[in-house]
């Protein structure tokens, strides 16, 4: 039984950059959420995705944007990279209604230079 | 609004002796708790949560943690620590009853478990 699953591991983008990283759930889950994890800090909240729209977004700017395909993989989206945007990129699943066994990936690392 | 506060940005253990680490948190409704495990270079490993039921919560490898709803806090224990527990340790809360399903984490206690 696959867990979470995110592409690529890492890479490295210049400033003014767009990226795209992508998010596999577990299998049996059709929920994902994404979180930014800055380098010594918690994870923060980004979005959540069920049925293919964005359920709920946490304090995060437009350059931000996601999307979830029919077979409940995701995509993160950032345009217009900044330094600051440097981090660890988790992709959380989980079962809608259940919504609070949450499988984690492995995270992308993003670095932004 | 939601929050968590883990006040202890490290805590340094003897192997075989027991462990804790504590956490605290704020939410408006009833509160979902959870206790993640992150190694180097990973993401999130779960460890054990509380939604509800008894106070006391047993987990994976021998990790336990106790609800208690007048101090607002969920401190992780575990009676007798082992090297490979050395890690980072996030606690995060849901609020349970606001139709809300984002995890708020507090920023970590690097635990370190000397042999």
């Known amino acids: 039984d696959a867990g979470v699953t995110q592409s690529p591991t890492h890479l490295i983008k210049t400033r003014g950059q767009q990226v795209t990283l992508r998010c596999s759930p577990k299998?049996?889950?059709?929920?994902v959420s994404w979180y930014q994890q800055a380098l010594g800090q918690g994870p923060q909240f980004i979005f959540q995705?069920?049925?293919?729209?964005?359920?709920q977004r946490g304090n995060f700017p437009d350059r931000f944007s996601g999307h979830q395909f029919p077979n409940y993989s995701s995509e993160l989206n950032v345009n217009a990279l900044l330094l600051g945007d440097s981090a660890l990129y988790l992709c959380?699943?989980?079962?809608?209604?259940?919504?609070?066994?949450?499988?984690f990936g492995s995270g992308t690392r993003l670095t932004v230079v | 609004a939601q929050s968590v506060a883990q006040p202890e940005d490290q805590v340094n253990v003897a192997e075989g002796n027991p462990l804790t680490v504590k956490c605290t948190y704020s939410?408006?409704?009833?509160?979902?708790l959870f206790w993640y495990v992150q190694y180097p270079n990973r993401g999130l490993q779960f460890l054990l949560k509380?939604?509800?039921?008894?106070?006391l919560v047993k987990g994976s490898y021998g990790f336990e943690a106790e609800f208690n709803k007048s101090q607002t806090s969920f401190h992780l224990k575990k009676p007798s620590a082992l090297v490979s527990d050395s890690a980072l340790y996030f606690c995060?809360?849901?609020?349970?009853?606001?139709?809300?399903?984002?995890?708020?984490f507090g920023k970590g206690t690097k635990l370190s478990v000397i042999p």
């Open positions: 509380y939604i509800t039921g008894d106070n």
């Open positions: 995060a809360v849901r609020d349970g009853g606001a139709g809300s399903y984002q995890l708020t």
């Open positions: 959380a699943s989980s079962r809608w209604g259940a919504n609070y066994g949450y499988t």
């Open positions: 939410v408006s409704g009833n509160p979902y």
């Open positions: 299998s049996g889950h059709d929920t």
């Open positions: 995705y069920y049925e293919e729209e964005e359920r």
